[in-house]
């Protein structure tokens, strides 16, 4: 939400709660600041013989925004989000089934597409769905100052003149999905990538911590 | 014997070519297709051009309209691209809507006219809050082997540096737009957006310019689009396999030459039109 | 180190970490010490790679796995299910156990059953059998016989009771020996049960205001803990609920 130097990068504060639903097999929902989305995961359960692929899962994810039906930028992120669970999930351990994952928008507040990635990466966790690694969202804006903002809200993004969403992921911290907007010099990139890869370290201990919470009683 | 491991083992037989840091197609792991250009080619559009990258086939029709200004910004005009995967491309597209890679390429396109700021929407008004101009960008692939977001921007630069709009007059009293259709001019580029797209294969090796097989097989794929001043307008990486950031630097100075043979390429195909007149 | 992985037991792990499980230079000369990867375990090379997230549970000698509150099941060959007869086509019958695919059940894997004598089955029928065939490339098959023959508790069964899904990790807490909700659910009143390792659990009491009390109370555990559900029982056995 700040604007940061050389210091850790500071997110808004964000929360997550699994299992909240009772239908699907894994579902959580996940808030940055006044952002919000809630993620429902099936899987492995059956697919379409025209969507079967013999050697491994096949991966679905719908984006329902908030009001009106989903659009072509719904389409263009349900795109990045699924082709970051692909990468993450073991799907080959699941041949001729399938993955569905529903994103829906409860409030967007800015860094919508980053908070999608962490409510998919809590949901797939919740689902118990066999991964290699996990992955956390960053978005970056750079406002007109040069200063890069990392988790920006609404207003800022608005008045950014770039803006940056990566998905690091968990065993490398290196970029497994990256989508921009706005022009930009490779210096920034760079500098962005290595606040984000900064930030990603907090979520990661976040889903630490919150796992940790869900399975207390059990310990 | 060939034919059949390939049929067999895709993804051994890319393997065993990358090992030797070559192709199947006989090319270098950074080599880009030959890249073919011509513009004007649809004589009934206000701009065009067909653009062969390889196999890949796309070729781009401006139209512009009238239209009435947004409300909120009644200074601008509109551009609205539009990517179409006919089943005539390849055998994976079915008839019917827009498939998720037409609609996220179309969305592509659209965000790299945005953030790229290729033209001035402000320069399509005619008339503040009355009239303004639409250009709708309809970029059609004829041929799918690869690399798709690489060939439709080049078609979609070459073809707004083709398109010339007529002259409107655009009298007060009588709220008449008239148009002069004799006299043209063409459009004011501000920047060249360039993409150079890489597939990923076995989470290490970067090759430059996939073909559709590539790209089936690749475990990831990036596009960088740079423009002359050497100022990313995107990186995108819908996903797949991680990459750091270093690799990435390596895709940008890649990127960078592209740039500037496609850049060089545009100009000379528009010079070499303007000779005979 | 295989140090660093056992300081980790009864810890919550995620997936994408790694634990090496190679010995130290030092200490080759002793015999290497083998470790059994049970589910949401992976072993690659010298590494360990957990592949969900949950608690690590170690069963000595060398048994480790991830203990983890999924919903959904994945046959695993050997286990005992509960199935719903969904379809019968010509000898076999489709079952559905929750899983991505429906199993299937030969009308011969029942005791007692010849190519004569078919057991009676119907559609919409509960079985509780046991899976024969699981893996990933292969449609499940379910027995409801063991290797002798016989029926050994398994068949169709569930006239008048009422069946529930709950989370596995429930489930294999039900069916631990001794498992302390069982034994305490007991004490309030006779119940029949029947657990699924799908997650299906089967409840009959002597009225049906018992059998749904049960069924909320084992719905409930899911998310306490074990001085919430004591406190809980004890008020449903004072009769305050």
Same mark, same amino acid.
């Given at each position: 939400?700040?604007?940061c130097?050389?210091?850790?990068?500071t997110? =808004?504060? /964000?929360g997550?709660?699994?299992?909240?639903?009772?239908r699907?097999?894994?579902?959580s929902?996940?808030?940055?600041?006044?952002?919000?989305?809630?993620?429902?995961?099936?899987?492995p359960?059956?697919?379409?013989?025209?969507?079967?692929?013999?050697?491994?899962?096949?991966?679905?994810?719908?984006?329902?925004?908030?009001v009106?039906?989903?659009?072509? =930028?719904?389409?263009a992120?349900?795109?990045?989000?699924r082709?970051?669970?692909?990468?993450?999930?073991?799907s080959?351990?699941h041949?001729?089934?399938? /993955?569905t994952?529903v994103l829906?928008?409860?409030?967007?507040?800015?860094?919508?597409?980053?908070? /999608?990635?962490?409510?998919?990466?809590m949901?797939?966790?919740?689902g118990?769905?066999?991964?290699?690694?996990?992955?956390?969202?960053?978005?970056?804006?750079?406002?007109?100052?040069g200063?890069?903002?990392?988790?920006p809200?609404?207003?800022?993004? @608005?008045?950014?003149?770039?803006?940056?969403?990566?998905?690091?992921?968990?065993?490398?911290?290196?970029?497994?999905?990256?989508?921009? @907007?706005?022009s /930009?010099?490779?210096?920034?990139?760079?500098?962005?990538?290595?606040?984000?890869? @900064?930030?990603?370290?907090?979520?990661?201990?976040f889903y630490?911590?919150s796992?940790?919470r =869900?399975?207390? @009683?059990?310990? | 014997?060939a034919?059949?491991?390939?049929?067999?083992?895709?993804?051994?037989?890319?393997?065993?070519?990358?090992?030797?840091?070559?192709r #199947?197609?006989?090319r270098?792991?950074?080599?880009f297709?030959t890249t073919?250009l011509?513009?004007?080619s649809?004589?009934?559009?206000?701009g065009?051009a067909l653009?062969?990258?390889g &196999?890949?086939?796309?070729?781009?029709g401006?139209?512009?309209?009238f239209a009435?200004?947004?409300?909120?910004?009644?200074g601008?005009?509109?551009?609205? #691209? &539009?990517?179409?995967l #006919?089943?005539?491309?390849?055998?994976?597209?079915?008839p019917?809507?827009?498939?998720?890679?037409?609609?996220?390429a179309?969305?592509?396109?659209?965000?790299?006219?945005e953030?790229?700021?290729?033209m001035?929407t402000?320069?399509?008004?005619?008339?503040?809050?009355?009239?303004?101009?639409?250009?709708?960008?309809?970029?059609?692939?004829?041929?799918?082997?690869? &690399?798709?977001l690489?060939?439709?921007?080049?078609?979609?630069?070459?073809?707004?540096?083709n398109?010339?709009l007529?002259?409107?007059?655009?009298s007060?009293?009588?709220?008449?737009?008239?148009?002069?259709?004799?006299?043209?001019?063409?459009? &004011?580029i501000?920047?060249h957006p360039?993409?150079?797209?890489?597939?990923?294969?076995?989470?290490?090796?970067?090759?430059?310019?996939p073909?559709?097989?590539?790209e089936?097989l690749?475990t990831a794929t990036?596009?960088?689009?740079?423009d002359?001043?050497e100022?990313?307008?995107?990186?995108?990486?819908?996903?797949?396999?991680s990459?750091?950031?270093?690799?990435?630097q390596?895709?940008?100075?890649?990127?960078?030459?592209?740039?500037?043979?496609?850049?060089?390429?545009?100009?000379?195909?528009?010079?070499?039109?303007?000779t005979p007149? | 180190?295989?140090?660093?992985f056992k300081?980790?037991?009864?810890?919550v792990?995620?997936?994408?970490?790694?634990?090496?499980?190679?010995?130290?230079?030092?200490? +080759?000369?002793?015999k290497?010490?083998?470790?059994v990867?049970?589910?949401?375990?992976?072993r690659?090379?010298?590494?360990?790679?957990?592949c969900?997230?949950?608690?690590?549970?170690?069963?000595?000698?060398?048994?480790?796995?991830?203990?983890?509150?999924q919903?959904?099941y994945?046959? $695993?060959?050997?286990?005992?299910?509960?199935?719903? $007869?969904?379809?019968?086509?010509?000898?076999?019958?489709?079952?559905?156990?929750?899983?991505?695919?429906? !199993?299937?059940?030969?009308?011969? !894997?029942?005791?007692? *059953?010849?190519?004569?004598?078919?057991?009676?089955?119907?559609?919409?029928?509960?079985?509780?059998?046991?899976?024969?065939?699981?893996?990933?490339?292969?449609?499940?098959?379910? *027995?409801?016989?063991?290797s002798?023959?016989?029926a050994?508790g398994?068949g169709?069964?569930?006239?008048?009771?009422?069946?529930?899904?709950?989370?596995?990790?429930?489930?294999?807490?039900?069916? *631990?020996?001794?498992?302390?909700?069982?034994?305490?659910?007991?004490?309030?009143?006779?119940?029949?049960?029947?657990?699924?390792?799908?997650g299906r659990?089967?409840?009959? !009491?002597? +009225? *049906?205001?018992?059998?749904?009390?049960?069924?909320?109370?084992?719905?409930?555990c899911?998310?306490?803990?074990?001085?919430?559900?004591?406190?809980?029982?004890r008020?449903? !056995?004072?009769?305050?609920?």
């Amino acid at each position: 939400m700040e604007v940061c130097g050389s210091s850790s990068p500071t997110l =808004r504060e /964000f929360g997550c709660e699994q299992n909240l639903l009772s239908r699907p097999d894994g579902s959580s929902s996940f808030i940055q600041g006044d952002t919000s989305v809630l993620a429902a995961v099936y899987g492995p359960a059956e697919v379409k013989v025209s969507k079967e692929i013999y050697d491994r899962a096949t991966m679905e994810v719908v984006i329902q925004p908030k009001v009106g039906v989903p659009s072509v =930028r719904e389409r263009a992120r349900e795109q990045c989000v699924r082709e970051t669970c692909e990468a993450a999930l073991l799907s080959k351990l699941h041949p001729r089934s399938s /993955f569905t994952l529903v994103l829906q928008v409860v409030h967007d507040d800015g860094s919508l597409l980053s908070c /999608f990635l962490n409510a998919a990466c809590m949901a797939l966790m919740d689902g118990g769905l066999p991964m290699g690694c996990l992955f956390a969202g960053v978005t970056c804006a750079i406002n007109g100052e040069g200063q890069i903002i990392t988790d920006p809200t609404a207003v800022q993004e @608005k008045g950014s003149r770039a803006l940056m969403t990566f998905a690091i992921d968990s065993t490398e911290r290196r970029v497994m999905m990256s989508s921009t @907007k706005g022009s /930009f010099t490779v210096h920034e990139l760079q500098k962005c990538i290595a606040i984000s890869q @900064k930030a990603s370290e907090k979520i990661f201990q976040f889903y630490r911590d919150s796992v940790r919470r =869900r399975y207390s @009683k059990t310990l | 014997m060939a034919a059949g491991f390939k049929t067999a083992e895709p993804l051994e037989y890319h393997r065993s070519f990358l090992a030797k840091n070559c192709r #199947p197609d006989g090319r270098e792991l950074g080599d880009f297709r030959t890249t073919t250009l011509n513009i004007g080619s649809i004589s009934t559009a206000d701009g065009s051009a067909l653009v062969k990258v390889g &196999n890949t086939t796309v070729i781009c029709g401006i139209k512009a309209e009238f239209a009435y200004p947004a409300v909120e910004s009644p200074g601008k005009g509109y551009i609205v #691209p &539009n990517v179409d995967l #006919p089943p005539l491309c390849s055998s994976r597209f079915r008839p019917g809507p827009p498939g998720e890679q037409a609609q996220a390429a179309s969305q592509f396109i659209a965000d790299i006219i945005e953030s790229s700021d290729v033209m001035q929407t402000e320069e399509l008004c005619i008339v503040k809050g009355k009239l303004c101009w639409v250009l709708y960008c309809d970029i059609m692939c004829l041929d799918y082997d690869g &690399n798709l977001l690489d060939a439709c921007l080049i078609a979609l630069l070459a073809a707004l540096k083709n398109a010339r709009l007529p002259k409107v007059t655009f009298s007060k009293d009588s709220e008449v737009p008239e148009v002069n259709l004799e006299n043209r001019t063409g459009l &004011n580029i501000h920047k060249h957006p360039v993409a150079a797209s890489f597939a990923v294969f076995d989470d290490s090796i970067t090759i430059v310019d996939p073909t559709a097989e590539e790209e089936s097989l690749s475990t990831a794929t990036i596009t960088v689009v740079l423009d002359e001043e050497e100022r990313l307008c995107a990186l995108h990486k819908p996903g797949g396999t991680s990459l750091s950031g270093q690799k990435l630097q390596d895709c940008i100075s890649r990127a960078t030459t592209r740039h500037r043979e496609i850049h060089k390429l545009i100009d000379k195909v528009i010079q070499s039109t303007k000779t005979p007149e | 180190m295989l140090n660093s992985f056992k300081d980790k037991i009864g810890d919550v792990l995620l997936p994408g970490d790694v634990f090496s499980v190679q010995m130290p230079e030092s200490i +080759t000369d002793s015999k290497p010490e083998k470790i059994v990867c049970g589910p949401g375990l992976r072993r690659n090379g010298d590494e360990v790679l957990v592949c969900k997230s949950g608690v690590l549970r170690h069963k000595p000698p060398n048994l480790y796995w991830i203990d983890s509150q999924q919903r959904r099941y994945i046959p $695993v060959k050997g286990e005992s299910v509960i199935g719903i $007869v969904t379809a019968k086509s010509g000898d076999i019958f489709k079952v559905d156990i929750g899983a991505s695919e429906q !199993a299937s059940l030969s009308y011969l !894997a029942f005791e007692g *059953a010849t190519k004569r004598n078919r057991p009676n089955v119907q559609v919409g029928d509960l079985v509780y059998s046991q899976l024969i065939i699981a893996n990933k490339d292969m449609e499940p098959e379910l *027995a409801c016989i063991d290797s002798c023959g016989r029926a050994n508790g398994m068949g169709v069964f569930g006239a008048g009771g009422l069946l529930f899904k709950v989370s596995l990790g429930l489930v294999r807490r039900l069916l *631990a020996p001794q498992s302390e909700i069982t034994v305490d659910l007991g004490k309030l009143f006779p119940f029949e049960m029947v657990v699924g390792l799908n997650g299906r659990v089967w409840v009959k !009491a002597r +009225t *049906a205001q018992q059998t749904l009390i049960v069924a909320n109370m084992l719905e409930s555990c899911e998310n306490m803990t074990a001085q919430q559900r004591q406190v809980l029982f004890r008020r449903v !056995a004072d009769g305050s609920i």
